[in-house]
């Protein structure tokens, strides 16, 4: 199976991926050796098995509905980008 | 003085030999003098000075574990309140890391000296440390040589003596490749039983840390001080940590290990398959039974393996945005441009690849094409080695295709990488512990051994690497200018 430079960018604009121009063909080359690889797992048979999303097959452990965070804002607000009033900045969304 | 083990230091320190704080001085100035391994990403000299001041008088109040006081690196994967944690990329150079990983304030508690962040592939994404932001490492053995990754810098800074041991992570091999290129004994332990919080993810369902060190003894001292419990960690599991350092000298009479027979194909490389016919020789001269098993699906383990991962990879990584923290571009237009050029700007090719491989396979459509096959397939591999491992007590075989190779060699074939982690792959799949220890030389350069052992069994790991450390001495040479 291959990948067109098409495919590329469409998969890169879900992704939200910038990818140079000049690189889409070697990014479609190189993704459609991968997908030649994976095609490999067709010759096995997986009718009936369990997915296996696990390694020990383990259930998501619970615990009481409490507070364990404390507030820390300006802490981890510190290596922000752009912030204001507590508040991250980016460009304006609606006009 | 650089050359002595975690062991042999711990003694000397209560001895009162030599100081925590001259032997970090030692370190330190080792790292600068060879600078141009290009090992480390940042040298903390000053924190470690601090720390060593502190471990000394821990030391003299007689308040001290096996660790304090030992300078160990960091794999820069792992947070570290108040330094850089830039995980190989450009994506956090600037990022000053605002708490500490659980395995980072469990070492710190044990009184260990961090002497700085070590260099590795961008995000684990790699074989040979090439795909760091910061440039890549060079292997102490031949320096024109790959240390192997993406715990490269790990492997380097052990192997080279610019630290006693070092953390590592592990999602397809980056413990025990660069383990076993480098010539150290590296450990990845089961899945969840070292705390992934705080340590950078790259597909969450295969990542472990554990331990990089010079022998066996080493790694059972650091990975007690690593593993363990944590709440913090939803995959942590609530399992007691047994005495790692209880079993290693317990004889290997009557060991059962099992070869498996895809491992030892025609393919292998003829010069491997006799260094590890001998250290397989040595096992059985120590009373250990060896068969022969079988594990048909194992071929597979590499195509699953590029499913999983970069769909991991893809749902993992959408968080580096430029909002939060971490690279921003300049005046972006508007929030899409932001998110695009923001990514695209700061991370490499390979890192681009895996996303876009991953984003392909969970897409619409293609999601049980790629995606559920590659996890049934993942249910068929772990069933193997369940199979295998109920009728043998370890599994052996190689770490790596080769010895180490060239720098650039393989860069521009990305699929001719991917299939250099064919014998390691699949243990992550399955989550079981697996190590790397030094076996012999092809041509000056390291070999390694493999160890695989069912879950949680990662005393019965270190028992049997110890006792073959006993007999050789392989993990003891030492590269020819870092001596």
Request: overall charge negative; hydrophobic content about 40%; charged content about 20%.
């Amino acid at each position: 199976m291959s990948l067109t430079a098409n495919d590329v960018k469409k998969i890169a604009h879900l992704a939200r991926l910038g990818i140079d121009d000049q690189d889409v063909e070697s990014y479609a080359n190189d993704l459609s050796g991968m997908l030649d690889l994976m095609t490999q797992m067709s010759e096995l048979n997986t009718d009936n098995v369990s997915p296996m999303a696990h390694p020990l097959d383990q259930i998501q452990r619970l615990r009481p509905d409490v507070v364990t965070e404390h507030n820390q804002r300006e802490h981890f607000q510190a290596i922000a980008p752009q912030v204001e009033d507590g508040l991250y900045l980016v460009p304006k969304v609606i006009e | 003085m650089y050359n002595l083990t975690i062991a042999e230091l711990a003694k000397g320190l209560r001895a009162g030999e030599f100081s925590s704080v001259e032997l970090t001085q030692t370190f330190l100035k080792r790292i600068h003098q060879h600078s141009a391994l290009n090992a480390y990403v940042t040298v903390t000299d000053e924190l470690a000075l601090q720390q060593a001041k502190a471990a000394d008088a821990k030391l003299a109040s007689g308040d001290a574990s096996l660790l304090t006081g030992i300078p160990i690196a960091q794999k820069d994967i792992f947070c570290t309140l108040g330094v850089k944690t830039s995980c190989g990329s450009k994506m956090l150079d600037n990022f000053i890391a605002p708490y500490n990983a659980t395995v980072v304030d469990k070492l710190n508690q044990a009184g260990a000296v961090m002497l700085g962040k070590v260099n590795m592939d961008e995000f684990a994404m790699g074989s040979s440390n090439e795909t760091s932001f910061y440039g890549p490492t060079k292997n102490p053995w031949n320096t024109n040589t790959v240390p192997g990754g993406s715990s490269g810098g790990s492997a380097t800074a052990v192997a080279a003596r610019l630290a006693v041991c070092a953390t590592g992570t592990d999602t397809g091999g980056s413990i025990r490749q660069p383990a076993a290129l480098c010539g150290i004994t590296g450990l990845k332990p089961t899945y969840g039983r070292v705390s992934r919080y705080g340590m950078i993810a790259y597909a969450s369902s295969l990542d472990q840390g554990g331990p990089m060190t010079r022998n066996a003894e080493d790694a059972a001292i650091l990975l007690q001080a690593m593993a363990g419990f944590d709440e913090k960690d939803s995959t942590s599991v609530d399992q007691p940590v047994p005495d790692y350092l209880a079993d290693l000298n317990k004889p290997l009479t009557g060991l059962k290990i099992g070869l498996p027979k895809e491992f030892f194909t025609a393919d292998l490389n003829s010069d491997m398959a006799a260094t590890l016919e001998a250290a397989i020789n040595h096992y059985r001269q120590l009373g250990a039974e060896v068969k022969e098993v079988s594990m048909p699906t194992l071929k597979m383990a590499i195509p699953a393996y590029y499913v999983i991962a970069p769909a991991e990879c893809s749902a993992n990584l959408s968080r580096f945005d430029g909002v939060r923290f971490g690279y921003r571009c300049d005046n972006p237009a508007d929030l899409s441009d932001l998110y695009t050029r923001s990514r695209g700007e700061a991370f490499g090719k390979e890192v681009k690849r895996r996303i876009l491989m991953g984003t392909y396979a969970l897409s619409a459509g293609y999601y049980d094409a790629y995606y559920i096959k590659a996890q049934k397939v993942r249910r068929l591999i772990s069933d193997d080695f369940k199979n295998a491992l109920s009728e043998v007590d370890v599994i052996m075989g190689p770490v790596t295709p080769t010895p180490a190779f060239g720098i650039g060699e393989k860069l521009a074939n990305p699929i001719e990488m991917y299939l250099s982690d064919i014998y390691t792959i699949a243990i992550n799949l399955a989550g079981l512990p697996a190590m790397s220890i030094p076996a012999g030389f092809i041509n000056g350069l390291p070999v390694g051994l493999q160890i695989i052992g069912n879950y949680f069994d990662e005393a019965r790991l270190l028992n049997v690497a110890h006792q073959y450390q006993q007999v050789t001495n392989w993990h003891q040479q030492k590269p020819k200018g870092f001596e």
